[in-house]
């Protein structure tokens, strides 16, 4: 199978860190990891800019997804799992990061102000996150039958915490049927939707794309012919009730279901939920977990309230997560840094 070159972005070599460089070049280095940070249909809706003693953080509100995310809660959450992985880099190379997050307001496109902090020795605890990066996938496929550590998710829960967000657990038989119950409602609300559909199809790519971004056939567990005529036959038909019986077999095979929320539902919890959510899928997959997302009752505002009453807890879900263990999966594609990095 053909893939994009772009797949090796993902293994940016550390001992080309310009550490004798300025500021701006160290940053600069740094931005190759951030952008290996996962996003909504994978837009990477993310721009930087460095200055003399510092990187700028911007939404690229161009890459939003208009149909699925107009509000662009995902796009920034996106852009919080970017910056999540940024200070992660900083870390292991030996830096405390000194983040001001929105220094121009809530609503501005300029979502984060990093410098480079004190020389620090990273924790052992750093160094495994940090190589857990190039490994990190939207795994789609079936998962084992395995149960997933006690332990390792209360460690998961504890990490959303630390960053502002909480993670909650889609327990028992009942709460998961109630759950699967609202991706399907979501599949048939979505892909009733020619816009949807339009919009869905625009990011998906054939397994030789040549794009830096969007969601290759073998991302979707699709065949090379599939991957080709997929998008034109997702524009013109409705696909939602075969797409619901493959989300159901995905959950049923699924140890772990849970929610990702924040107290609050404005652009700094939204930033927080991309910072708790990419310390959550580097933590699992440095213990061999994946993960990938059924964020169809987060998606529509009348079943995200559902979802909410369903949960039981105070505050706003912002995405639907699966883990478990599986197959090894191939990365998708990235931008170059001369796309994202100015």
Same mark, same amino acid.
């Given at each position: 199978?053909?893939?994009?070159?772009?797949?090796?972005?993902?293994?940016?070599?550390?001992?080309?860190?310009?550490?004798?460089?300025?500021?701006?070049?160290?940053?600069?280095?740094?931005?190759?990891?951030?952008?290996?940070?996962?996003?909504?249909?994978?837009?990477?809706?993310?721009?930087?800019?460095?200055?003399?003693?510092?990187?700028?953080?911007?939404?690229?509100?161009?890459?939003?997804?208009?149909?699925?995310?107009?509000?662009?809660?995902?796009?920034?959450?996106?852009?919080?799992?970017?910056?999540?992985?940024?200070?992660?880099?900083?870390?292991?190379?030996?830096?405390?990061?000194?983040?001001?997050?929105?220094?121009?307001?809530?609503?501005?496109?300029?979502?984060?102000?990093?410098?480079?902090?004190?020389?620090?020795?990273?924790?052992?605890?750093?160094?495994?996150?940090?190589?857990?990066?190039?490994?990190?996938?939207?795994?789609?496929?079936?998962?084992?039958?395995?149960?997933?550590?006690?332990?390792?998710?209360?460690?998961?829960?504890?990490?959303?915490?630390?960053e502002g967000a909480w993670l909650n657990l889609v327990r028992g038989e009942f709460g998961r049927d109630a759950v699967m119950n609202l991706?399907?409602?979501?599949?048939?609300?979505?892909?009733?939707?020619?816009?949807?559909?339009?919009?869905?199809?625009?990011?998906?790519?054939?397994? $030789?794309?040549?794009?830096?971004?969007?969601?290759? @056939?073998? =991302? !979707?567990?699709?065949?090379? *012919?599939? %991957? /080709?005529?997929?998008?034109?036959?997702?524009?013109?038909?409705?696909?939602?009730?075969?797409?619901?019986?493959?989300?159901?077999?995905?959950?049923?095979?699924?140890?772990?279901?849970?929610?990702?929320?924040?107290?609050? $539902?404005?652009?700094?919890?939204?930033?927080?939920? @991309?910072? =708790? !959510?990419?310390?959550?899928? *580097?933590? %699992? /997959?440095?213990?061999?977990?994946?993960?990938?997302?059924?964020?169809?009752?987060?998606?529509?505002?009348?079943?995200?309230?559902?979802?909410?009453?369903?949960?039981?807890t105070d505050g706003f879900p912002q995405l639907l997560l699966r883990m478990g263990y599986g197959e090894e999966v191939h990365p998708t594609?990235?931008?170059?840094?001369?796309?994202?990095?100015?």
């Amino acid at each position: 199978m053909k893939k994009d070159p772009s797949v090796s972005l993902w293994y940016p070599d550390e001992a080309c860190f310009p550490r004798a460089g300025d500021v701006a070049e160290r940053l600069g280095f740094l931005v190759r990891y951030a952008v290996l940070a996962p996003s909504s249909h994978n837009t990477q809706p993310w721009r930087f800019e460095t200055r003399e003693d510092a990187l700028e953080l911007y939404a690229d509100r161009s890459r939003g997804l208009r149909v699925v995310d107009p509000e662009q809660r995902e796009l920034v959450i996106s852009c919080g799992a970017a910056l999540y992985y940024l200070r992660l880099a900083l870390k292991h190379f030996g830096y405390r990061p000194i983040v001001q997050v929105f220094p121009a307001g809530e609503r501005s496109d300029f979502l984060a102000l990093v410098r480079i902090g004190p020389e620090a020795a990273p924790t052992p605890w750093e160094k495994e996150m940090f190589r857990a990066i190039p490994t990190r996938r939207t795994n789609r496929k079936p998962f084992k039958a395995l149960d997933v550590p006690i332990a390792l998710i209360e460690d998961l829960s504890d990490l959303a915490s630390a960053e502002g967000a909480w993670l909650n657990l889609v327990r028992g038989e009942f709460g998961r049927d109630a759950v699967m119950n609202l991706v399907t409602a979501g599949n048939r609300v979505q892909y009733a939707n020619p816009a949807f559909r339009r919009e869905l199809a625009s990011w998906m790519r054939p397994h $030789d794309t040549k794009a830096g971004d969007g969601i290759p @056939g073998y =991302g !979707l567990g699709m065949g090379d *012919l599939t %991957a /080709r005529v997929g998008p034109l036959v997702l524009r013109h038909f409705n696909l939602g009730r075969g797409q619901a019986s493959k989300d159901r077999r995905l959950v049923d095979g699924s140890p772990i279901l849970a929610v990702l929320g924040t107290r609050d $539902d404005e652009p700094p919890d939204w930033l927080a939920a @991309g910072q =708790g !959510l990419a310390a959550i899928l *580097l933590l %699992a /997959r440095a213990n061999g977990v994946w993960a990938s997302f059924l964020n169809q009752p987060v998606e529509v505002p009348q079943l995200r309230r559902k979802l909410t009453d369903l949960l039981g807890t105070d505050g706003f879900p912002q995405l639907l997560l699966r883990m478990g263990y599986g197959e090894e999966v191939h990365p998708t594609p990235r931008r170059s840094l001369e796309e994202v990095l100015t």
